[in-house]
């Protein structure tokens, strides 16, 4: 039996599905979908709105230009120098010392004093040898008159010519006694060998001394080696009659002339260095041996190369650098100047420039002062203040 053919009932049948339900999601989809569509919309324009105002704000709010000092690189020869350290030494010192043993009775100098060669320092008891010397030269008279008598006597063929020999004989042994007394006597007085100064004063009067003991130093410091070496690599640069400049820290700023006088012929093994010798001239005695210096050696001049101040080079880890200027039109016709960091190839520093033997060109201008606050791209402008001394040179005392 069909319930729905009752007359009592009514409704639809129970297979009929209600639309009211479907009706209703799919209005909240469509309701949820375009609120979500909007939402999403809204936030990709807030996001492109707020990216296009921030690239027009930094647009339109550029840093200001970073005052620096520039330079222009050129084209110049500079001086070919080898640089090494060495030490001075004196041409001619020595530790006065005695040849004999004795008791000092005499002392002749004055410790630090100026002495020329042949200048009597010390006296030694020679009292002996004195006694010695009188008694020789007695000895050599009476030889000396035996001798003039036998001779008469052998000319008148009175006398015979073995007296004559034996009176010869007797002659120079007591001339012989004479001369090596007189060279003992000479050994007790100690004598300044050479022209230089004198050291300190190591001995005594009274104090006995013995053969080899120090009695002062003497130095001629009028002329001077400059020892040093270089590496085997360099040595093909050297000859003999080349100029060297020395300079020592005892007098900063100041530098001393001098000239290569020898050339070690063998190289060592254990360093690979050859040694060299120059000789420094020292008119003003204020050199002293056992400095140490820095010895600089003028080598025949290379070709022209590229140079700029030396603190335009930014030195790092990751290469050698400088920072370009280039001139940049703007919109409105004016010019502007921008830098570029440019990598280099760099030489030799000689007095305050820097070889750039790859990078740049004759004429480029690049910052010397100011480096620090750039970037490359950046805005500069040229300073009128003056550049400082590169590098700061001490006074001359």
Avoid: C
């Amino acid at each position: 039996m069909n319930i729905v053919t009752e007359s009592k009932l009514s409704g639809k049948p129970i297979t009929d599905k209600s639309h009211k339900r479907p009706v209703r999601m799919v209005r909240w989809f469509i309701v949820v979908g375009t609120l979500l569509t909007v939402l999403v919309g809204g936030l990709v324009w807030f996001n492109y709105f707020r990216g296009k105002m921030i690239a027009q704000f930094f647009a339109n709010n550029k840093p200001p230009a970073v005052s620096v000092n520039v330079a222009t690189a050129k084209s110049e020869t500079i001086p070919n120098l080898l640089t090494a350290v060495g030490d001075l030494a004196a041409v001619h010192q020595v530790n006065v010392t005695s040849d004999v043993n004795g008791r000092i009775t005499d002392i002749q100098f004055t410790a630090g004093a100026s002495v020329k060669a042949g200048t009597p320092l010390v006296q030694l008891f020679d009292g002996p040898e004195q006694g010695d010397l009188a008694n020789f030269k007695a000895q050599q008279r009476v030889a000396q008159i035996s001798l003039d008598r036998a001779k008469q006597l052998a000319e008148r063929q009175v006398g015979p010519q073995a007296t004559v020999d034996t009176a010869q004989a007797a002659f120079d042994q007591a001339s012989a006694g004479i001369a090596k007394t007189e060279a003992i006597i000479s050994q007790k007085l100690v004598r300044a060998p050479f022209d230089g100064e004198l050291g300190v004063r190591k001995v005594e009067v009274g104090q006995y001394l013995t053969a080899g003991t120090q009695i002062v130093s003497l130095t001629d410091l009028s002329v001077l080696y400059a020892n040093f070496t270089v590496t085997e690599k360099d040595s093909g640069q050297l000859k003999v009659g080349q100029i060297v400049r020395i300079a020592v820290d005892a007098y900063p700023g100041r530098t001393f002339e001098g000239k290569i006088t020898t050339i070690e012929p063998q190289i060592a093994t254990e360093t690979r260095n050859i040694r060299v010798q120059a000789t420094i001239q020292n008119p003003d005695r204020i050199l002293k041996p056992g400095m140490f210096v820095t010895t600089t050696v003028v080598l025949p001049n290379k070709p022209p190369v590229i140079t700029v101040p030396e603190t335009a080079v930014d030195y790092t880890l990751y290469g050698d650098s400088v920072y370009l200027l280039s001139e940049k039109k703007e919109e409105d016709g004016k010019t502007s100047l921008t830098v570029t960091r440019t990598f280099v190839q760099t030489g030799n520093r000689v007095e305050g420039r820097a070889e750039i033997l790859k990078g740049l060109k004759d004429g480029d201008r690049v910052v010397a002062v100011g480096q620090l606050k750039l970037q490359s791209g950046s805005a500069v402008t040229v300073s009128n203040d003056p550049v400082p001394p590169i590098p700061a040179k001490p006074p001359r005392y």
